[in-house]
């Protein structure tokens, strides 16, 4: 089942084409690597998916529902972990997860953030203002309220960025792992040896137009690594 079908979306800001008839399907269960340079057009599509953005033509399906004129229920049946996105400078990490559990409709609030707090190393943080928390340690708070309510379609826009190595191991094996519950994941990277390792399907993304899509296995053909494989699709449109 498709939980994300888009056809021909564009979006234009002024005379700038963000997005370019992007026309892609991600099936149920899918770790999905949405990758390109920086100002490909990832987030914009992210933006679009979620119903943060209005597409300037085209149509596109979350979970069935259209995602603009159905923003608070696509909302409701998905996670979002923002790039460069903090949590309110003004609460703490409990204060903002106990908000998210209840806009989330989460019963097992109390678990739920312990849960996460245990996995994330973050127990010692509960009750600090987020102000005064490391760009690392505000990530950890952002990765756990995408993830909270459980939905069964994450989006997620560069992860592990401000990590150590050894929380984005963790986190890596978690994605694979969540996957593997038969949840589906859209992961936007410009980080080639994350999609790499443990994407199943993969879309390469260039100046707003998706240039090739599909398993990774298929996408990469004869090359060694998807960084082989980007600079060549990327330099040959014809691919």
């Not at 980080?191 to 399907?201: G, K, T």
């Not at 398993?215 to 990327?234: A, I, Q, W």
Request: aromatic share 6%; net charge negative.
């Amino acid at each position: 089942m498709s939980v994300i079908h888009t056809d021909s979306v564009s979006k234009k800001f002024g005379d700038i084409q963000a997005v370019k008839n992007l026309s892609i399907s991600v099936e149920e269960g899918q770790l999905f690597g949405f990758i390109g340079p920086n100002g490909a057009g990832k987030t914009t599509s992210i933006n679009i998916l979620t119903g943060q953005e209005t597409p300037s033509s085209g149509e596109c399906r979350v979970m069935g529902l259209d995602p603009v004129k159905k923003s608070k229920e696509v909302r409701k049946k998905v996670g979002i972990l923002p790039e460069r996105e903090d949590p309110p400078s003004f609460m703490t990490p409990r204060e903002y997860l106990e908000f998210v559990c209840s806009v989330r409709g989460v019963v097992e609030t109390g678990s739920r953030i312990k849960e996460w707090a245990d996995l994330l190393s973050f127990n010692e943080l509960l009750d600090t203002l987020n102000k005064s928390l490391s760009k690392g340690q505000k990530q950890k708070i952002m990765v756990a309220q995408a993830f909270i309510h459980e939905p069964e379609l994450v989006f997620i826009d560069e992860p592990l960025i401000n990590l150590d190595p050894v929380m984005q191991e963790r986190l890596k094996s978690f994605f694979v792992d969540y996957v593997g519950e038969g949840n589906t994941l859209f992961l936007s990277t410009h980080v080639l040896s994350l999609a790499d390792e443990i994407c199943s399907h993969i879309g390469i993304l260039e100046e707003g137009e998706l240039v090739v899509s599909g398993e990774k296995s298929d996408v990469k053909k004869e090359d060694e690594t998807l960084s082989d494989t980007f600079l060549r699709v990327v330099d040959d449109k014809s691919y």
